[in-house]
């Protein structure tokens, strides 16, 4: 068995791929770049192909299956980028990654007081020296009722590591969980919107919840809510959140995560002009943290992402179920 690892960082992951190597008696080749037509050759002789968020075409699928690539695990919890149907159609098995919940939900909760006690704008006003007190008066988290919608392992800790401040706790998810409702109230998603001083999104992307923050959606929402998101960017309608910006209706929002963010996140694009005009005014605004996909960006939990790709392919040459396929 041998993977063609793609878009591999040297400066990190590569550092754990010898040692699953040797675990799982799996090979692999690996590139620092994402698929390309120039590349695309790299894996002939290889049965699965592994990328992180980067463009996978169709055709790209399908040359790799023509050099025998029957498996697809991706490095990242998310797999949206990936073209699914083609997938399918090819006979391709498909997983995401596994990493413990801690460090994305902790990155949140970091967000959110962030956000809440407006460290954005004191951090800037205080590079210019600027050290007064009008417009930093902030909001204490304990006192704030937070809306957490999705309550997966993500979600979940999230709503565990709340429990600690003391503020309120709603939740909304299709599949409520019992141990959620030991710290948070289940309800409607128009409840949520319309109690919430903070709203944090932990879903995947998926076609039923593109743009699930749109412009009705936040109308619904309290005066001066504040939105996070360390999921998707395709979550939040990006029109919708500029325009209840400047309204004043979001006070202000955490995100690492942005729509249209594939080819900018990872990158170094000092001294670009970068094809996303709603990033670029996100970043005007004061009381909007932006930081570039980095919630996952522990080494727990990059050792764990490389390992999960060692581990379905392993599964999925023997036969093992893999709890981490993507049902396509």
Known sequence: MKICFYALRPFDELAYCEPCKEKYGIDYVWC????????????????????NPCEVTPEYLRAFAKMGVRYLPCRSIGYDHLPLDTAKELGMRVSHSHYPPEGVANYTIMLMLMATRKMNQIMLR????????????????????????GTGKIGRTVIKHLSGFGCKVLAYDLYPNDEVCQTAEYVDLDTLYAESDVITLHLNATPANHHLIDGAAIAKMKPGVILINTARGTLIEPEALVNGL??????????????????????NRAGEA?????????????????????????????ASMVQSAFEAVDNFAHGREEPNEVKL
């Open 32 to 51: 620092p770049d994402a698929p390309s037509p120039e590349n695309l050759h790299l894996a002939q002789g290889c049965n699965a192909v592994s990328t």
């Open 126 to 149: 205080a590079a210019a020296q600027d050290y007064s007190l009008p417009g930093k008066m902030g909001k204490d988290l304990s006192g704030c009722t937070v809306g957490v919608i």
């Open 246 to 267: 400047e309204s004043g209706k979001i006070g202000g929002a955490g995100l690492d995560v942005v729509e249209e963010e594939t080819g900018i996140c990872y990158y």
């Open 274 to 302: 970068m094809a996303n005009r709603e990033l670029a005014l996100l970043r005007s605004f004061p009381n909007v943290i932006v930081s570039p996909h980095t919630a996952f960006y522990t080494d727990v939990n990059v």
